[in-house]
């Protein structure tokens, strides 16, 4: 496990790079399908710790709840029309009290355990 560091490294830096073709991709079709790229995000960030764990190095849970939230961001956003609601849904107001819970739960469960 002496390489664990440098691949982890490795692993981030080919994320960020697909990353960044992704959201290039997104934006030179801008007639993809709403939620299409967070989609793409999620399972990007949900790839790099699946590769982390396959090579025995530590997953990242702040990146893991990221590649969640994004998947589900993008199927609500992508579900939307089929949802037929009578209102259009807050889905990144949803996004941001979800990540904001999550904070604060991880927050709470450490001041308890001190």
């Given amino acids: 496990m002496n390489y664990s560091p440098t691949r982890n490294r490795n692993f981030e830096t080919v994320a960020w790079g697909a990353f960044f073709v992704w959201w290039g991709i997104t934006e030179m079709f801008p007639s993809l399908p709403n939620g ?26 702040f990146s893991t709840t990221l590649g969640i939230i994004a998947l589900v961001l993008g199927g609500l956003e992508l579900a939307q029309p089929l949802l037929h609601l009578p209102f259009e849904l807050p889905v990144f107001g949803i996004l941001l009290v979800v990540l904001g819970g999550i904070f604060v739960t991880r927050e709470l469960r450490q001041l308890k355990t001190e």
Avoid: D, E, K
């Fill in 36 to 61: 299409t790229g967070a989609i793409g995000i999620g399972l990007i960030l949900l790839g790099l710790n699946g590769f982390r764990s396959l090579n025995g190095i530590a997953m990242s849970s």
